[in-house]
Every structure is written in structure tokens, then in C-alpha cells.
């Protein structure tokens, strides 16, 4: 009978310890002083890409940034801010592939000038930015369910959460898109974008984490990332 109490007080003691075990610490993703655990997509080393003020930027044209790790479920933080008519983005899950770009592979949390980018060609036709192209955006897939991206030339504050196949984007401490990734839902989304024959349309546990060069002048700070 001792025995017994023994093991079932080990057995709830555990489950106790298990049931509060919380995320894990945060870690800085950028020190604020060097690109370490970062390189160009694709190269050794970074190129183009720059600490200036506190802040990882590009002046654009320099290539995409990726992390040398991968993550899967994480919770990651920053703050971004974007030139007028400027266009970069996050992507995460990201599979390094130097015959095609971060997007081709992972989601993207979109970062634009949602007021003022120009109209661009799409196939022949001048058209505007829809939704599902806008600041906070799951780019392609889902549209924000809120627009509350500060203007051009403002620091944002925002978050991406990945637990999981549950992946979550906030946007100046409000939750703008929320999705259950490799879903039947997400599925029917896919169909309608242009991932469907990338690597993209193949769900996966884990990949890296990449800030888009678009041409355009980004910055990022206080990144930081803890995993769930």
C-alpha cells in the first residue's frame, strides 16, 4: 500500500509539473548590434543587410535575409517600419532553397504602405493592392480582419505565433489573421492563390524565418522569440 501512494504521488507530482510547463525563455532573433544567426538567402554571410540605430535594415536590392536556424513552434515579436510607398514582409516555415525565393516555400506576414503603394501589373492590367495584400496579412490567403498599420515611416509592433498547425499573426497588439495551417480551410485558400504548385502547398512541422528585400527600404528591431 506505501508503495502504491509512492507511485501515484510521483505520477500527479508529474502531471502537475507538466500541465504548468509554460513557453520557454526569450531569445533575441537580432542583438541590435550584428546580423549573427543571420544570412543572405541562399549565400554565406550577409550582404547588403545592416545594423543602423538598433535596427537590422536594407536601403532594398540586397537580397533576402534568413535565420540560420529553424524554428517550429515559436512565438516571435518585432517591430518594423517601412518606407512610403515601401513593400517587405516575414515569412516563416521557410525551406532555403536557392533556385527560388523564401516565398515559395513559406507564408509570409505581409509589411506595405497600405495607403500609398502604387498600382503595379498584374498581367497587363494596373490594379491596387486587395486586402489579402495589406499590412498583417497572411499574403494571398487571408486579409487582416482589422487595418490598424500605422502610416509609412512609423514603427509597427507585431507578432507571429505558431503552435502547432494554429498559427496566429497580431498586429499593433491587435489579432488581424488567425488560421489552422494544412487545413481543409486552409486548403480551399490555396486553390485561389498563386502557391499551389510551389513548395509552399506542402504543410511542414518547421523552417526558417525571413525578411523580404522587396526593393524598398525596411527596418526591423527588438526581434525576439521564444518557443511553445
Known sequence: ???MRFWMSLALTSTVVF?????GPWKNLFDGKTTTGWHSYGKTGVKGWMVMGGSLMTHGKSGDLVTDEEFENFEL?????IKP????GVMYKVIEDAAHPPYYSGPEYQLIDDEGYPPFNDNGKMVKINDKQKTGANYDMQAPSKFVAKPAGEWNKA???VKGNHIEHW???VKVVEYEYGSAAWKEQLAKSKFTKWTYATPRAKGKIALQDHGDEAWFKNMKIRSL
Open 77 to 81: 515579436e518585432f517591430e518594423f517600419k
Open 171 to 173: 498586429l499593433n497588439g
Open 159 to 161: 507578432k507571429i505565433l
Open 19 to 23: 500541465a504548468y510547463a509554460g513557453p
Open 85 to 88: 510607398k515601401g513593400n517587405s
Open 1 to 3: 500500500m506505501k508503495s
